[in-house]
């Protein structure tokens, strides 16, 4: 192959679909940066299920995100950067080309006059980010099957319509089809179609929904990967009518590896709120197996693969034939979750966060007695304690509330987060990477995991938390670390405090436990002075 990826995107009109996800900003500064002659990235945003108070417009929106750190490295390189990304509200995607008034809308700071049909007659290539983010007000059936697969229909249809389109690559998730015990590179039909089952939920209530959703899912996990084994359901049926199609399977997503910056993170990414739950000592325990695999794979990962990918399709003699590519590390890197405790734990002491509720010690336990009473005694006792203390300094009770959320996220999470290796297929993916080596293009646009060292990126991940979640300065390490000092303290006047008390009651009243507590009391001494002696003769 004569063409680099950089000359495959020269002069490309690119529509994105979720460009302002996690991952879709991670895209969008990507291929700014890593491929500058690119002609114009249009941005479609659903201003109608935005969760903000404030309603911005798609312009309003992306000013926001320009003032991120995301883009300064794109923004040293072009100043004017902005002028390539065309934000626009979605509807003008669905407006009738009849209706010349409601088919056009000028970009504010563009020349451009955006329409249906400019937009059928300029996309060249479309990368589509389905939701991946795993939002528990978004566990209900009705929502994640209107947000990705009924959405993706109405999407897929205006696709068709798009004269010049050459490549789409879809971000799906590994978790689709996680109760096959192997996944491979194909689609697995579901035969409930999406349209009657919307249908069929129009007339049911949020509790007849809940009941029914259990029966409607099968085998499925969760409503999570019940919609995208539908999505990719519509996406093999849709096949035929459109141009070359790739699909992107990925497990969790998180901080990024290498760029835009090691640790990149974003506050909307769900383990991140994990590790600030651990860190700041609010998470004590999680149940499963210690050495079940922690599936996460950094977001720079599945970006530059999803770039590649649409350069790989264009150079295919068949395009008649869907491409999957699994992004996954269990079965490439795996990395166990009695790691990451250990991990956790230690970094978050060296680099510990501001307003820590306890000292960061996570244990996982697949034990369901063990843990009910590590929760009891490590999460629920503590909370009520320190809102009994709130209250008592006039200030408003939160701590009980913040351990009902932690412990809602951590159900909801418990299909994804504890299992053992994800078994799949890796040969696309295997093929891609060799491709790209031949071309001296792997360093630039990597996807390879194995190659990734978890404690480092641990490490990483924290400092990105703590610096672009939280907002606390990474120098400024002191205030901290006194107050995670005055924690222990706590502690071990608070363990002293127990000691003495378990020693009135149960001990100093009873002859026979006395006598034992003296008995072991005397055997420690007499081991130490007999240590001391042997130490103090060896040095004579």
């Given at each position: 192959?004569?063409?680099?990826?950089?000359?495959?995107?020269?002069?490309?009109?690119?529509?994105?679909?979720?460009?302002?996800?996690?991952?879709?900003?991670?895209?969008?500064?990507?291929?700014?940066?890593?491929?500058?002659?690119?002609?114009?990235?249009?941005?479609?945003?659903?201003?109608?299920?935005?969760?903000?108070?404030?309603?911005?417009?798609?312009?309003?929106?992306?000013?926001?995100?320009?003032?991120?750190?995301?883009?300064?490295?794109?923004?040293?390189?072009?100043?004017?950067?902005?002028?390539?990304?065309?934000?626009?509200?979605?509807?003008?995607?669905?407006?009738?080309?009849?209706?010349?008034?409601?088919?056009?809308?000028?970009?504010?700071?563009?020349?451009?006059?955006?329409?249906?049909?400019?937009?059928?007659?300029?996309?060249?290539?479309?990368?589509?980010?389905?939701?991946?983010?795993?939002?528990?007000?978004?566990?209900?059936?009705?929502?994640?099957?209107?947000?990705?697969?009924?959405?993706?229909?109405?999407?897929?249809?205006?696709?068709?319509?798009?004269?010049?389109?050459?490549?789409?690559?879809?971000?799906?998730?590994?978790?689709?089809?996680?109760?096959?015990?192997?996944?491979?590179?194909?689609?697995?039909?579901?035969?409930?179609?999406?349209?009657?089952?919307?249908?069929?939920?129009?007339?049911?209530?949020?509790?007849?929904?809940?009941?029914?959703?259990?029966?409607?899912?099968?085998?499925?996990?969760?409503?999570?990967?019940?919609?995208?084994?539908?999505?990719?359901?519509?996406?093999?049926?849709?096949?035929?009518?459109?141009?070359?199609?790739?699909?992107?399977?990925?497990?969790?997503?998180?901080?990024?590896?290498?760029?835009?910056?090691?640790?990149?993170?974003?506050?909307?990414?769900?383990?991140?709120?994990?590790?600030?739950?651990?860190?700041?000592?609010?998470?004590?325990?999680?149940?499963?197996?210690?050495?079940?695999?922690?599936?996460?794979?950094?977001?720079?990962?599945?970006?530059?693969?999803?770039?590649?990918?649409?350069?790989?399709?264009?150079?295919?003699?068949?395009?008649?034939?869907?491409?999957?590519?699994?992004?996954?590390?269990?079965?490439?890197?795996?990395?166990?979750?009695?790691?990451?405790?250990?991990?956790?734990?230690?970094?978050?002491?060296?680099?510990?966060?501001?307003?820590?509720?306890?000292?960061?010690?996570?244990?996982?336990?697949?034990?369901?007695?063990?843990?009910?009473?590590?929760?009891?005694?490590?999460?629920?006792?503590?909370?009520?304690?320190?809102?009994?203390?709130?209250?008592?300094?006039?200030?408003?009770?939160?701590?009980?509330?913040?351990?009902?959320?932690?412990?809602?996220?951590?159900?909801?999470?418990?299909s994804f987060t504890i299992r053992g290796e994800i078994q799949c297929s890796y040969d696309s993916?295997?093929?891609?990477?060799?491709?790209?080596?031949?071309?001296?293009?792997?360093?630039?646009?990597?996807?390879?995991?194995?190659?990734?060292?978890?404690?480092?990126?641990?490490?990483?991940?924290?400092?990105?938390?703590?610096?672009?979640?939280?907002?606390?300065?990474?120098?400024?390490?002191?205030?901290?670390?006194?107050?995670?000092?005055?924690?222990?303290?706590?502690?071990?006047?608070?363990?002293?405090?127990?000691?003495?008390?378990?020693?009135?009651?149960?001990?100093?009243?009873?002859?026979?436990?006395?006598?034992?507590?003296?008995?072991?009391?005397?055997?420690?001494?007499?081991?130490?002075?007999?240590?001391?002696?042997?130490?103090?003769?060896?040095?004579?």
């Amino acid at each position: 192959m004569s063409s680099s990826i950089n000359d495959f995107y020269a002069e490309k009109n690119i529509l994105i679909f979720g460009s302002t996800t996690f991952p879709g900003k991670v895209l969008l500064e990507k291929l700014l940066r890593s491929c500058p002659t690119i002609k114009k990235i249009y941005c479609p945003i659903d201003t109608t299920t935005t969760k903000s108070k404030h309603h911005l417009s798609p312009i309003d929106t992306f000013a926001e995100i320009y003032t991120t750190k995301l883009f300064e490295r794109v923004r040293c390189n072009n100043a004017k950067f902005q002028e390539k990304i065309l934000p626009f509200d979605i509807n003008i995607l669905f407006s009738s080309s009849n209706d010349e008034t409601n088919d056009i809308e000028q970009v504010e700071n563009h020349s451009d006059i955006l329409s249906t049909r400019k937009l059928q007659e300029t996309i060249d290539l479309c990368f589509y980010m389905a939701n991946n983010s795993i939002d528990i007000e978004e566990q209900n059936l009705k929502d994640m099957v209107q947000t990705n697969v009924m959405n993706l229909r109405s999407n897929l249809n205006f696709l068709k319509t798009c004269t010049k389109l050459k490549s789409i690559v879809y971000l799906s998730s590994i978790y689709a089809n996680i109760d096959c015990p192997y996944i491979d590179e194909c689609i697995y039909p579901c035969s409930i179609e999406p349209e009657k089952l919307v249908q069929t939920l129009d007339w049911m209530d949020t509790e007849m929904v809940g009941l029914a959703t259990p029966k409607l899912i099968g085998p499925k996990p969760n409503v999570f990967s019940f919609s995208h084994w539908l999505a990719e359901t519509l996406l093999s049926e849709e096949q035929k009518h459109l141009p070359a199609l790739s699909i992107v399977r990925v497990s969790i997503i998180g901080a990024a590896w290498k760029e835009p910056y090691p640790g990149w993170v974003e506050k909307s990414n769900g383990p991140s709120e994990l590790f600030v739950a651990a860190g700041r000592g609010y998470l004590r325990s999680m149940k499963g197996d210690s050495h079940d695999i922690l599936d996460i794979v950094p977001v720079d990962i599945p970006v530059n693969l999803l770039i590649s990918a649409a350069w790989q399709k264009s150079f295919e003699d068949n395009t008649d034939q869907m491409t999957i590519y699994h992004c996954t590390s269990s079965g490439l890197n795996p990395f166990h979750w009695q790691e990451m405790s250990n991990y956790l734990t230690e970094y978050s002491k060296r680099i510990p966060y501001e307003h820590a509720f306890r000292r960061p010690n996570l244990s996982v336990t697949s034990h369901s007695l063990l843990h009910d009473s590590y929760v009891f005694f490590s999460h629920l006792i503590p909370a009520y304690l320190a809102d009994i203390g709130l209250r008592c300094i006039g200030r408003k009770p939160h701590i009980v509330n913040i351990y009902k959320n932690l412990h809602q996220t951590l159900l909801a999470l418990e299909s994804f987060t504890i299992r053992g290796e994800i078994q799949c297929s890796y040969d696309s993916v295997n093929s891609l990477r060799q491709l790209l080596t031949e071309n001296n293009m792997s360093n630039e646009f990597y996807f390879d995991i194995r190659a990734l060292h978890w404690p480092t990126y641990i490490e990483s991940f924290l400092i990105g938390t703590k610096r672009y979640v939280l907002n606390e300065d990474i120098q400024c390490l002191n205030g901290a670390q006194k107050h995670l000092n005055n924690l222990r303290n706590i502690r071990w006047t608070f363990n002293t405090i127990i000691l003495v008390l378990l020693w009135r009651i149960f001990i100093s009243k009873r002859p026979t436990a006395r006598n034992l507590w003296y008995f072991i009391i005397n055997f420690f001494v007499a081991k130490f002075v007999r240590f001391f002696k042997i130490l103090s003769a060896g040095n004579s």
